[in-house]
């Protein structure tokens, strides 16, 4: 009887012991992320009703290297960096780039994309096409009022060396015009290029190098919060880059490596 009741004491005690454990583990932070949720495809709700993008895709593969639950919270632009500086959540990821106001009053994780503008021509075309230069003689699409636009038509009102073609709407007519053979080239993101080719299967191809590159960044808070924030954000990417985690979804989203 005595050895039942040491067994049971025992057992009790581990009981409690294990308890105590489980109730002193720290559990998940949940963090609080403002996105579009309308800006494909970087953030946005797919077919099924689910939220997705690179973006979101990103900060999920950090909240689980991080060891954080994380709640997005669709916000439109126009209220994105307002709903930062009152707390409504504690980071932005919407393709977000630096410029001197911005870091005036926010902080920025490393990047994890690099957009740039880019000539675009069909995916079977031979011959060097590498720079503005090198449309002289050709036919270029472009969509009217668009900042590719304006950077075709500064350098082509000093050079006169191509012929430019205007277009109302989105980016696609132009690139089916490329593949049917209507137009010789395009400049344009070679990120949403990247998504096009991915989800309409495409025959155009990226060349020469970007004319610019513009890195995006995870956008907090000049805080205690928003700095310890940022430090978990950045040692989860750098961890993400070295595994490759990074590479294979800019690979998944863009057909592409856009993340050097």
Do not use: C
């Not at 006169?160 to 010789?184: C, H, M, P, S, W």
Request: charged fraction near 25%; charge should be positive; hydrophobic fraction near 40%.
């Amino acid at each position: 009887m005595k050895n039942f009741r040491f067994i049971l004491a025992m057992a009790l005690i581990g009981i409690i012991l294990a308890g105590s454990a489980f109730a002193a583990s720290p559990s998940k932070k949940t963090i609080l992320v403002g996105t579009e949720g309308v800006y494909a495809p970087f953030t946005y709700v797919d077919d099924k009703g689910n939220l997705t993008g690179y973006d979101v895709e990103v900060v999920r593969a950090i909240a689980k290297k991080a060891n954080l639950d994380v709640k997005f919270l669709p916000t439109p632009w126009d209220s994105m960096f307002l709903g930062l500086e009152t707390k409504k959540f504690d980071v932005i990821a919407n393709q977000i780039s630096k410029n001197p106001e911005r870091e005036k009053k926010y902080i920025f994780s490393d990047s994890y994309l690099i957009s740039g503008a880019q000539i675009i021509v069909r995916g079977d075309r031979t011959g060097a096409i590498n720079s503005l230069a090198d449309l002289k003689g050709f036919k270029v699409g472009t969509g009217v009022g668009s900042n590719y636009t304006k950077i075709l038509e500064d350098y082509n009102n000093a050079k006169k060396e191509f012929e430019i073609k205007y277009y109302d709407g989105n980016l696609t007519t132009v690139l089916q015009d490329i593949v049917a053979g209507r137009l010789d080239a395009t400049l344009n993101e070679r990120l949403t290029v990247g998504y096009n080719v991915k989800q309409l299967g495409l025959n155009v191809k990226l060349v020469g190098k970007p004319l610019a590159l513009v890195p995006s960044h995870f956008v907090f808070r000049k805080d205690k919060a928003g700095q310890e924030l940022k430090a978990k954000f950045d040692k989860a990417l750098a961890e993400l880059k070295k595994e490759g985690v990074l590479v294979k979804l800019s690979q998944e989203w863009f057909s592409a490596d856009f993340t050097k």
